[in-house]
């Protein structure tokens, strides 16, 4: 069946006119589908990735057969994390604005008090990520014995974050009586078992593109060593054409140390990842909605599902080991018919993975070389002449033009107060040096490269095929340094529950961090034991975590206590 128009679908008035009013025209091909099987009632299981209309596919269908006014949680949807079931619930609420029917996201981090009032207050749709709202319901706060209608959306991120047990536990205690959707990119085995387990005959639907696509983005890439792709992104930073642009980086603290790198040269960036707690990365995410910002420097968890207006130009400071995570990345380029600028900077031991994007993208990158220092002196040159000009057509006030009389008058001439003008007002250029960068071409040069890197990426490449797993390793640098070993600057505590009691570094950091509003990088060494966890915490920060979190909050439904390590 083809659905061209909104109308056909025999949604209420009231949904017709929030999507005129959301701008949405024609069904998109994943709305086209799902919408129709889910109206009937069917199960759904959709492989379709954001940016598809996945969201309007099923809360549309979720809305118009829920009860107005009835104030019970009749509605769940499972995200895996908090943007994006925060960006799931303003679109369900927007969607729902002309009936009488409530939405509320519930994510960690967020208050409980606060979420618990709202639940009392009366909810029809939640919206949660699966940790948080298994402590609601354990809690007793959160009643899910009339909900009707289920969607896990991103289901194969749940898995990938390690959430999947959490899922089924929320599963397991829902009425048997329900309609449910499950929404992923990707239908990994265990995700397509989940749904056969607790999915009868589903309707099912690929969107998934057969070929990724990257039309219309320019795609080029530059060879450089590792340490000089600072260097080289700075020089690019200054030539190119740029609006706004997304760097990506592998890990939490290259991200970090990058953006602070850059900010200190003056440039408006901020850093984007999963250390940062979720006020900060809303703080930052409006800022740069705002324009506020030139740059974000983010890594691939936290930049995924964002919804982020197209940007001039995405940067990889390093290749992503996905190829999937590049055409995620470079799709926040070149969007809407507008045409965005994809810069990979490839260190000599990332060929190889060059080579299996290209064959995923089936088409080349072209090779570019960064600008030399000469090239960049020439188009520093040619900007300050070319702005200089403008300036000059412009005049002077009257004020300048006595100023320039009295230098006159003092002896000097105009070409001698013209050179010292010039020098003054570029001494600003001195902020952006432009360090010399080692050539990488001879393939001996590249040899050596190997060398140094082999060892370390292969390390890392065992311990994390995929990118994404690679971030979650580096967040918790305990499970690969356990004993007592202790960074300076860092006070142990004891926390007391463990392993046995199910906790995950994650936990740990998400609750410690999120809970007492402390930068996650805050947080060192997590060593998980049986029945106990140490933890260790930056001296500065200690006092709040002790005053502010022990017996305050929950995990894996137990109260933490926390206090100083022995
Ligand atoms: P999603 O895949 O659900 O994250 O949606 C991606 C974007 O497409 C969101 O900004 C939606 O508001 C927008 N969108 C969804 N459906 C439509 C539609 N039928 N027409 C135009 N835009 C849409």
Same mark, same amino acid.
């Given at each position: 069946?083809?659905?061209?128009?909104?109308?056909?679908?025999?949604?209420?008035?009231?949904?017709?006119q929030?999507?005129e009013q959301?701008?949405?025209?024609?069904?998109t091909?994943?709305q086209?589908?799902a919408?129709?099987?889910l109206?009937?009632?069917?199960?759904?299981i959709a492989q379709a990735?954001?940016?598809?209309?996945?969201t309007?596919?099923?809360?549309?269908?979720?809305l118009?057969?829920?009860?107005p006014?009835q104030g019970?949680?009749?509605?769940l949807i499972?995200?895996p994390?908090r943007?994006?079931?925060?960006?799931? =619930?303003?679109?369900?609420?927007?969607?729902?604005a !002309?009936?009488d029917?409530?939405?509320?996201?519930?994510?960690?981090?967020?208050?409980?008090?606060?979420?618990?009032?709202?639940?009392?207050? !009366?909810?029809d749709?939640v919206?949660g990520?699966p940790?948080?709202l298994l402590d609601?319901?354990?809690q007793g706060?959160?009643d899910?014995s009339?909900?009707?209608?289920?969607?896990?959306?991103?289901?194969?991120?749940?898995?990938?974050?390690g959430?999947?047990?959490d899922v089924?536990?929320?599963?397991?205690?829902?009425?048997e009586?329900r309609?449910?959707?499950?929404?992923?990119?990707?239908?990994?085995?265990?995700?397509?078992?989940?749904?056969?387990?607790?999915?009868e005959n589903?309707?099912r639907?690929n969107? =998934?593109p057969?070929r990724?696509?990257? &039309?219309?983005?320019?795609?080029?890439y530059?060879?450089v060593?590792?340490?000089d792709?600072?260097?080289?992104?700075?020089?690019?930073?200054e030539v190119e054409?740029?609006?706004?642009?997304?760097?990506?980086?592998?890990t939490k603290?290259?991200a970090q140390?990058l953006?602070?790198?850059?900010?200190?040269r003056?440039l408006?960036v901020?850093? #984007?990842?999963?250390?940062?707690?979720q006020s900060?990365?809303e703080y930052?995410?409006?800022r740069?909605?705002?324009?506020?910002l030139?740059?974000?420097?983010?890594?691939d968890?936290?930049?995924?599902?964002?919804d982020?207006e197209?940007?001039?130009h995405v940067?990889n400071?390093?290749?992503p080991?996905?190829?999937?995570d590049?055409?995620?990345?470079?799709?926040?380029t070149?969007?809407? !018919?507008?045409t965005?600028?994809a810069?990979t900077f490839?260190?000599p031991?990332?060929?190889r993975?060059?080579?299996m994007?290209?064959s995923?993208?089936?088409?080349?990158?072209?090779?570019h070389r960064?600008?030399?220092?000469?090239?960049?002196?020439?188009?520093r040159?040619?900007?300050f002449?070319?702005r200089l000009?403008?300036?000059?057509?412009?005049?002077g006030s009257?004020?300048e033009?006595?100023?320039?009389?009295?230098?006159?008058?003092s002896?000097?001439?105009?070409?001698?107060?013209?050179?010292?003008a010039?020098?003054?007002a570029r001494?600003?250029?001195?902020?952006?040096?432009? &360090?010399? #960068?080692?050539?990488?071409?001879?393939e001996?040069?590249?040899r050596?490269?190997q060398r140094?890197?082999?060892?370390?990426?292969n390390?890392?490449?065992k311990?994390?095929?995929?990118?994404?797993k690679?971030?979650?390793?580096?967040?918790y640098?305990?499970?690969?340094?356990?004993?007592?070993?202790r960074e300076?600057g860092m006070?142990r505590?004891w926390?007391?529950?463990?392993?046995?009691?199910?906790?995950r570094?994650?936990?740990?950091?998400?609750?410690i961090a999120?809970?007492?509003g402390i930068? !996650?990088r805050?947080?060192?060494?997590?060593?998980i034991?049986?029945?106990h966890?140490f933890?260790d915490v930056?001296?500065?920060?200690?006092?709040?975590?002790?005053a502010?979190?022990?017996g305050?909050?929950?995990?894996?439904?137990?109260?933490v206590?926390?206090?100083l390590?022995n």
């Amino acid at each position: 069946m083809s659905v061209d128009l909104f109308t056909e679908f025999g949604l209420l008035p009231e949904l017709i006119q929030s999507i005129e009013q959301m701008g949405f025209e024609q069904p998109t091909p994943v709305q086209q589908v799902a919408i129709p099987a889910l109206l009937e009632g069917r199960n759904v299981i959709a492989q379709a990735q954001t940016g598809t209309g996945k969201t309007a596919a099923f809360v549309l269908p979720m809305l118009q057969q829920l009860t107005p006014g009835q104030g019970t949680v009749q509605a769940l949807i499972l995200a895996p994390t908090r943007e994006l079931a925060v960006q799931v =619930s303003t679109a369900a609420s927007q969607m729902a604005a !002309g009936m009488d029917l409530r939405v509320l996201p519930v994510y960690g981090g967020q208050s409980y008090t606060v979420q618990k009032t709202q639940l009392k207050r !009366g909810v029809d749709v939640v919206v949660g990520t699966p940790g948080r709202l298994l402590d609601l319901i354990r809690q007793g706060v959160l009643d899910l014995s009339q909900v009707r209608y289920l969607v896990i959306d991103e289901a194969d991120e749940m898995l990938e974050m390690g959430f999947i047990e959490d899922v089924e536990s929320i599963l397991d205690q829902l009425p048997e009586q329900r309609q449910m959707a499950l929404f992923s990119a990707t239908l990994p085995e265990v995700v397509r078992k989940l749904g056969e387990r607790f999915m009868e005959n589903p309707a099912r639907f690929n969107l =998934s593109p057969s070929r990724p696509t990257v &039309e219309g983005i320019e795609q080029r890439y530059y060879m450089v060593r590792d340490r000089d792709k600072t260097a080289a992104l700075i020089r690019l930073l200054e030539v190119e054409d740029l609006t706004q642009g997304l760097i990506f980086a592998r890990t939490k603290a290259r991200a970090q140390e990058l953006a602070d790198e850059l900010a200190s040269r003056g440039l408006a960036v901020e850093a #984007l990842h999963g250390d940062l707690n979720q006020s900060r990365r809303e703080y930052v995410l409006n800022r740069f909605r705002r324009q506020a910002l030139t740059l974000v420097v983010a890594t691939d968890v936290a930049a995924r599902g964002l919804d982020i207006e197209a940007v001039s130009h995405v940067f990889n400071y390093d290749v992503p080991l996905d190829p999937e995570d590049y055409v995620h990345r470079i799709g926040r380029t070149g969007r809407a !018919g507008r045409t965005g600028t994809a810069i990979t900077f490839l260190a000599p031991a990332e060929r190889r993975r060059l080579k299996m994007i290209e064959s995923y993208i089936r088409q080349p990158i072209q090779e570019h070389r960064v600008p030399s220092l000469e090239e960049l002196q020439a188009r520093r040159d040619e900007r300050f002449a070319s702005r200089l000009s403008e300036m000059a057509a412009e005049g002077g006030s009257e004020a300048e033009m006595a100023l320039v009389n009295r230098l006159m008058e003092s002896g000097l001439d105009p070409v001698q107060v013209a050179l010292a003008a010039i020098r003054m007002a570029r001494a600003g250029e001195a902020a952006l040096p432009a &360090e010399e #960068l080692e050539p990488v071409t001879a393939e001996k040069r590249d040899r050596r490269e190997q060398r140094k890197f082999t060892g370390r990426e292969n390390a890392f490449e065992k311990r994390a095929p995929r990118g994404r797993k690679y971030e979650r390793q580096e967040a918790y640098p305990a499970q690969r340094g356990r004993g007592n070993h202790r960074e300076p600057g860092m006070v142990r505590l004891w926390m007391n529950l463990g392993g046995a009691q199910g906790v995950r570094p994650g936990d740990v950091v998400g609750a410690i961090a999120s809970e007492v509003g402390i930068p !996650g990088r805050a947080i060192g060494e997590i060593d998980i034991r049986r029945d106990h966890t140490f933890v260790d915490v930056s001296e500065q920060h200690v006092s709040r975590v002790l005053a502010e979190s022990s017996g305050k909050y929950s995990l894996r439904g137990r109260p933490v206590t926390l206090k100083l390590a022995n």
